[in-house]
Each structure stands twice: as C-alpha cells, then as structure tokens.
C-alpha cells in the first residue's frame, strides 16, 4: 500500500510566522504535490515536483515555496503566514510506476489555522 | 480555461443507485478521475478513465464522452458508508515534467439516507 504521511493533523500559527509542512512518502515515487482545499473551491495546486531539487508552479503559489532535498520528501513553506492561508493542506505522490495512469494518492492532510 | 462542474450536493436512499456528473472544459486532457473523499480524511481514487466508454469496478462505475466533455460516477446499491463527497478531477497533457497536472471540481457531497 502506498502511503504518504503528513507531519502535522492540526497546526495553528500567528500572522508573520513562517510555516513547515512535511510530507514523507514511502513509495520511492518521483513525482509529489501540495494542493490547499477550501469550502467551494475545491482542491487547488500549490506545487509540484517531479524529481529531486525539482519544482513546478501550480495554480496559486503566491505565498508559498517549496523544497524537495530528498525523494521521500517534499516540504511546504509560507514564509509570513497570513490569516487567507488557513486552510486543509493536502500532500500528494504518484509514480507513472504505480497504479493506473500515475494516480495521484493523498496524504491525511494538515489543518492550519493562521491567527 | 478550465473549468469543472459537478452538482454541490446530493441526496439518495439506502439501496439505490446515483450518478454524479461532471463537466469539463480544459486546454488539454489526458484522463479524467474519481476520488472519494470522507469529511476529514483524504481523498481516496475510486477510478480512472481515458478512452470513451465505461469501466466497471464492483459496486461503483465510471463513464467518459471525450467529445461532449461529460463524465459521470454511478453507484449502484447504496450503503450509508458512501456518504462522502466525490471529486472529479481532469489530468492536463504533461508539460516539461513528466506527469500531467490535476484539475479539480468542487466536489460532490452525497448524502445515502436509511
């Protein structure tokens, strides 16, 4: 089973601080993804990357950087938190490797509520 | 642009069968998923389609139309476990990377009622 964890359930931060979310994945797959979830928005891409010192923009990276030093693991900053960033955080991976058509699977998703 | 849409909310009996639609326009496509997703948990993959037609997957059944940007989820004998919303979501053509973005619907909440 693929699994993919996420370093925090819950976090809850003041406005100006900067912010660590980490995801590790167990798959040895390429490709990891952070993705914000919000009522009536859906799931929105953050960044991607699909290898090692890697990144791409997805739809909303205003805010935000990443890092990905090691393959298993794929780190979400915001540099001066904002109360607009309290959100779900979702980290996802996929491998063209594993499952139909390089399915993305998801992690349990952090909760982050900014003050 | 792109754009997805599904129904926000949706409401079935304990036994029944549902379809949930989703609509799509985007600058590419290369395949469309199913995720099911519990409140509080993550998204789960229910399915996968590429070519036009239906696939099968014991209880749930997913149908795509490439032509008329049209896919629907069917869930057939209804248990109080799916209550749960549904994403459709559409692959992009990969870019300089070597996997294709996701694009996401709002999601589908589905209410199963005894």
């Known amino acids: 089973d693929v699994k993919v964890t996420q370093s925090s359930r819950y976090l809850v931060k003041r406005t100006g601080e900067k912010v660590f979310l980490e995801c590790v994945q167990d798959?040895?797959?390429?490709?990891m993804f952070w993705y914000r979830q919000d009522p009536g928005l859906g799931l929105r891409l953050i960044y991607f990357?699909?290898?090692?010192?890697?990144?791409e923009k997805g739809d909303i990276p205003e805010g935000y950087s990443v890092s990905r030093e090691k393959k298993e693991r794929f780190s979400l900053i915001l540099e001066s938190a904002s109360t607009n960033q309290t959100s779900m955080y979702l980290c996802?991976?996929?491998?063209?490797?594993?499952?139909?058509?390089?399915?993305?699977?998801f992690g349990p998703g952090t909760r982050l509520t900014v003050l | 642009g792109q754009n997805i849409d599904q129904p926000t909310e949706m409401t079935a009996t304990e036994g029944a069968i549902v379809q949930i639609n989703c609509t799509y326009q985007?600058?590419?496509?290369?395949?469309l998923f199913w995720y099911q997703q519990h409140a509080g948990e993550a998204p789960t993959f229910l399915s996968y389609?590429?070519?036009?037609g239906l696939e099968e997957k014991g209880r749930f059944s997913s149908f795509l139309s490439r032509s008329k940007g049209y896919s629907y989820l069917l869930l057939k004998e209804l248990q109080m476990k799916d209550s749960a919303s549904y994403l459709c979501?559409?692959?992009?053509?990969?870019?300089?990377?070597?996997?294709?973005?996701?694009?996401f619907g709002q999601g589908t909440t589905l209410q199963v009622k005894p």
């Open positions: 996802a991976s996929s491998s063209r490797r594993e499952g139909p058509a390089d399915t993305q699977y």
């Open positions: 798959m040895d797959h390429e490709n």
């Open positions: 990357s699909y290898d090692v010192k890697m990144k």
């Open positions: 985007t600058s590419g496509f290369n395949g």
């Open positions: 389609n590429v070519l036009d």
């Open positions: 979501a559409v692959r992009e053509i990969p870019g300089s990377s070597n996997t294709g973005k996701l694009i």
